[in-house]
Structures are given as structure tokens and as C-alpha cells.
């Protein structure tokens, strides 16, 4: 089938294997409650409510995924939305790749979304997809930065630091998830790049790495990332008010 004719599949990888520290003790981070609901339902929800997404990958810790099957399975997905379970790596670039290896073989498009920004809203994912499917290769929406912006020469926590330059802020954005990709380059930039260290935190930036154009969408303010206990607070009164308008 010739790549004109032959359909176009959109699916999610949501990597979730982090431990979430800067939360607190507890569970780990995708299996935190909001609104009486684990961020990771409202994620995969979030990414199911595209209707061009067909399926959902989520990549668990490897000692957790059982765990994480039976939460996913205790909560209503939609049922249009295949949703499996893989075990992940020591590094998101692992857990990222073992989420593309588990991937239907009929795929076409990949959304990369973080299981900490559960409350990105469809329109945004729509936008995504709608930016892959009429030909750009990578894709990632992203906001203005509100404040100015200091690059320093990294010194001791706690210590004062040196300003090395002030970036234009006019030229600098915010990046958020999901990060859309036309599947075949993005399993091009993880066979290229190994994992050094910590690995990649960016897809398109392994992408930007080949050299391949990444192009950037207006992102929703409310697909911040969870990541501190005041970011849980502004969650759920994020959730709290969609509740209450019936846009949830």
C-alpha cells in the first residue's frame, strides 16, 4: 500500500514510570489522586478523548504495572480506545521506546503526552494531531514565558550564581505535551541517539537532533505539569471548576 492510500493511525505513549519525589511520599506520581481519581486515568482519558487517538500506550514502572493495569481497570475509559500496559526502562528514553515497541504495527502517528499533565484539554491534543496529519513531522505546543529569563553558570544549591546572558524572551516558549510525531521519525531519532546518562527528557529534541524541523502550536495553560505540591492544589481547583461548568 503506497503511503498516499494507506491509513493514517494516531496513538499515545504515556510514560509514567517516575517516582514523582518533589510531590512528597506516597504512591508514585501518575497513581497521586486528583479529584479522587489517579492523574494517570485523567491522562489517558485526556489522550482517549481525541477521537483520532485509536490507542493508548502507558508505560508503568516494571515492579508496578500490574498495579497500574488494575487501576486502569477499576476507572471507565472509553471503549473506542485500546489501552495496554508495558513495563518501562531506568530512563524516560527507555520507557519511551519500549512504549513505541508495543505500538500496533498499522500505526502512523505518535502523541508522547507526560503522565503529570493530566488536564491538558482535547483541543489542544485535536491541534496536535490535526499539525502531524497535514505534514509537519514533529510537533509540540508550547506557551509564551511570562517571566524574564536568566542563564546562569550552574553553582552550589543555595549558593548565589553568575548571570551568563538574558535570553529575548520574545523568542523563547514554554513546551508542554503532547508532543505529536510522525511515528517513523521518531523511532528514527531513538535508534540514533543512545541513551546517555538520564537519557533524553524531550522527544523533539531528539528529533531537532536529526536535523528534521519542529514546528510549535499554541499550548492551554492548563496543561501544566504536576510536579510540586502547590501545582496538585492548582490542579484540582482546575478540576474542581470544570466540574462545576460540566467541561469535564
Do not use: N, Y
Request: with cysteine; hydrophobic share 45%; aromatic share 2%.
Amino acid at each position: 500500500m503506497s503511503d498516499v492510500t494507506r491509513p493514517r493511525r494516531t496513538a499515545a505513549v504515556i510514560p509514567a514510570a517516575g517516582r514523582g519525589v518533589r510531590l512528597g511520599p506516597g504512591a508514585p506520581k501518575a497513581l497521586r489522586a486528583l479529584g479522587g481519581t489517579p492523574m494517570l486515568v485523567h491522562a489517558v482519558r485526556a489522550m482517549a478523548r481525541c477521537r483520532a487517538v485509536s490507542v493508548v500506550v502507558v508505560v508503568a514502572p516494571a515492579a508496578e504495572a500490574a498495579e497500574v493495569r488494575l487501576t486502569l481497570g477499576e476507572h471507565a475509559l472509553p471503549e473506542r480506545t485500546e489501552v495496554l500496559v508495558v513495563p518501562g526502562g531506568e530512563t524516560r528514553q527507555e520507557s519511551v521506546r519500549a512504549g513505541l515497541d508495543a505500538l500496533p504495527q498499522d500505526v502512523t502517528s505518535v502523541l508522547i503526552h507526560d503522565a503529570a499533565r493530566p488536564l491538558v484539554p482535547v483541543d489542544t491534543v485535536d491541534a496536535v494531531v490535526e499539525a502531524v496529519r497535514d505534514g509537519a513531522r514533529a510537533v509540540v505546543p508550547a506557551l509564551p514565558l511570562a517571566d524574564t529569563v536568566k542563564e546562569v553558570e550552574p553553582g552550589k544549591p543555595g549558593e548565589p550564581e553568575p548571570v551568563v546572558a538574558t535570553p529575548e524572551r520574545s523568542r523563547l516558549r514554554a513546551v508542554q505535551t503532547p508532543q505529536g510525531f510522525d511515528l517513523a521519525t521518531l523511532l528514527e531519532a531513538h535508534a540514533a541517539i543512545a541513551v546517555d546518562g538520564e537519557g533524553a527528557t524531550d522527544d523533539a529534541g531528539m528529533v531537532e537532533r536529526l536535523g528534521v524541523p519542529v514546528v510549535v502550536i499554541p499550548g492551554h495553560e492548563e496543561a501544566f505539569k504536576v510536579t510540586r505540591p502547590l501545582d496538585l492544589v492548582l490542579a484540582e481547583a482546575v478540576l474542581a471548576r470544570r466540574r462545576a461548568t460540566d467541561a469535564f
